[in-house]
């Protein structure tokens, strides 16, 4: 069972930056997909990026230019780095496993259908 722990969330104005954490209990450079999701409220939730094991990532639109996700293996730690955030990056933030492929992960309709293991997210506030 892979177990996964979120922090760094806060409350921020827009414009300003937060980087995200994600302690994992493996070793995910094993094979791991390893993302970052996000739901606001009752919204669908969004894949927002995924880094593979092999260090290839891919972000989402929405995100491009603004967030980089990135990885220390030795820590088993993933991140996130958000800069000039905007008050529609405000949702809770989710970091992921998957024991597959980020390419069959993004293939899918929804990210996040794809992911095996999730950890409990840290929620992230934009005030404009």
């Known amino acids: 069972q892979v177990q996964l722990v979120e922090s760094g969330g806060g409350s921020v104005q827009a414009g300003e930056s937060l980087t995200l954490s994600c302690e994992v209990s493996?070793?995910?450079?094993?094979?791991?997909?390893m993302g970052w999701f996000r739901q606001d409220g009752g919204k669908e939730r969004e894949g927002v990026a995924v880094v593979d094991s092999d260090g290839d990532t891919t972000y989402a639109d929405s995100v491009k230019g603004r967030f980089t996700i990135s990885k220390d293996g030795a820590k088993n730690t993933l991140y996130l780095q958000m800069n000039n955030l905007e008050p529609e990056d405000t949702a809770m933030y989710y970091c992921?496993?998957?024991?597959?492929?980020?390419?069959?992960?993004?293939?899918?309709?929804?990210?996040?259908?794809?992911?095996?293991?999730w950890g409990k997210g840290t929620l992230v506030t934009i005030s404009s």
């Open positions: 493996v070793h995910f450079d094993n094979g791991y997909c």
């Open positions: 992921a496993a998957a024991a597959i492929s980020c390419s069959t992960v993004v293939a899918g309709r929804r990210w996040d259908y794809g992911m095996d293991y």
